[in-house]
C-alpha cells in the first residue's frame, strides 16, 4: 500500500513550470522527507496532494484515491502548510475546541493533542501571548487533531529552539513508528536526516532522487582528507592512494580520497612507511547535506 503517488505530475503558472513531471511512491507508516532548494516546487508539489490547486497534467493518489476528488481523503489527511488562523483573544486550548467543532473532529482529543505537543501546561493562555515556536506546536496540535493517517507537515520546526526541534522530531519519529504516514518538508537536513526512514529530493520542478535515506547516502561516497607536512609529498600521498585503488583530487594543499573512512589507518601507516609526515588525516561519512549539494548543485536550502 501506498500513502502518496505521483505520476507526470506537473504545475505550469502561465511560462513557468513550477512542477515538472514528478514520479514518487511512498510506503505507508514512517517518516518521509521532502527537500530541495527555494522555488524547486515543493509547496506547490503539496499543495496540489492536499486538493488547494489543480495540476496541468499528469496524476496523482493520496491514500488510495485521486487527487481529482480530495473530499475521499481528506478526512484522513492533516495538514501544517502555512501557520492557521487562529484567533488571537482565544486560548490554545479553545482554538482547538473552535476547529473541532468546525471539522467534526472528537473534542476528547484536545487536552491529548496539547499535550503530545509539550503545551499542556499553556493551553489555557491566550494565543496571541504565545511565541512562535509556540504557535507552530499549536498547528501541529490541530493537523493531529482528526487522528489522521497521513500527516503533511511543510516546516513544522519553524521557530523552535533546539529543544522544541528535538521535541518535534522525537514526536514524528513516533508518529512514523505508530503506522502513521508523515510527509515533512523541511529546509533543516540534519533534522530530516535524523527523523526520516524516506527522501524524495527535488530541483527545478523535477525528482532527483527518490528513496531511503540509507541508499541516499550509500550514493555519496565518504572521503578521506590528508595532507602531508611537506608539499612536495603531496604527489607521492596520491600514488599511494592510487596504488591502493582510490582516486583522489586535490583541495587547498590537501587531497581528498573517495575510500571508506576504515582505510585511514591503513593510509596513515603506508605513509610512515613512505617517509611521509602527516599533517592532517579525517575521514569524513556521507550526510544528507553533501547529498544534497552535490544532487542539486546548490548551496543553500530553501523551503518553498
Not at 32 to 52: C, E, H, Q
Not at 238 to 257: F, Q
Not at 261 to 288: F, H
Request: aromatic content about 6%; some cysteine.
Amino acid at each position: 500500500m501506498t500513502s502518496i503517488r505521483t505520476i507526470g505530475l506537473t504545475k505550469d503558472f502561465g511560462d513557468l513550470r513550477a512542477v515538472d513531471s514528478i514520479n514518487m511512491d511512498l510506503p505507508q507508516g514512517g517518516v518521509a522527507g521532502f527537500v530541495g532548494p527555494n522555488g524547486s516546487g515543493k509547496s506547490t508539489t503539496i499543495r496540489m496532494l492536499l486538493g488547494l490547486i489543480k495540476p496541468t497534467s499528469g496524476a496523482a493518489e493520496v491514500l488510495g484515491h485521486s487527487i481529482d476528488n480530495p473530499s475521499a481523503y481528506l478526512h484522513r489527511v492533516g495538514g501544517l502548510i502555512e501557520a492557521p488562523a487562529f484567533y488571537p483573544s482565544l486560548t490554545g486550548e479553545e482554538n482547538l475546541r473552535v476547529f473541532a467543532a468546525l471539522g467534526g473532529f472528537a473534542r476528547g482529543r484536545i487536552a491529548e493533542m496539547l499535550d503530545l505537543v509539550g503545551l499542556g501546561d499553556r493551553g489555557g493562555d491566550k494565543y496571541k501571548n504565545y511565541s512562535l515556536g509556540m504557535k507552530q506546536r499549536l498547528g501541529i496540535a490541530l493537523a493531529l487533531l482528526p487522528d489522521p493517517d497521513l500527516l503533511v507537515l511543510d516546516e513544522p520546526t519553524n521557530g523552535l529552539d533546539p529543544q522544541g526541534i528535538v521535541e518535534i522530531r522525537s514526536l514524528l519519529m513516533d508518529l512514523g513508528a505508530g503506522g502513521k504516514t508523515v510527509f515533512v518538508s523541511s529546509h533543516l537536513l540534519a533534522e530530516i536526516e535524523a527523523a526520516c526512514d524516506s527522501i524524495v529530493m527535488i530541483d527545478h520542478g523535477g525528482v532527483v532522487f527518490a528513496g531511503t535515506m540509507v541508499d541516499l547516502l550509500n550514493r555519496n561516497s565518504p572521503t578521506i582528507r590528508a595532507a602531508a607536512e611537506n608539499d612536495i609529498d603531496t604527489i607521492r600521498l596520491i600514488e599511494l592512494a592510487t596504488n591502493a585503488g582510490y582516486s583522489s583530487t586535490r583541495v587547498n594543499g590537501a587531497i581528498e580520497i573517495d575510500a571508506p573512512s576504515v582505510w585511514a589507518p591503513d593510509l596513515n601507516r603506508l605513509a610512515w612507511q613512505a617517509g611521509i609526515t602527516l599533517k592532517e588525516l579525517q575521514a569524513t561519512s556521507a550526510d544528507l547535506e553533501q547529498a544534497f549539494f552535490a544532487m542539486t548543485g546548490n548551496n543553500k536550502t530553501g523551503s518553498k
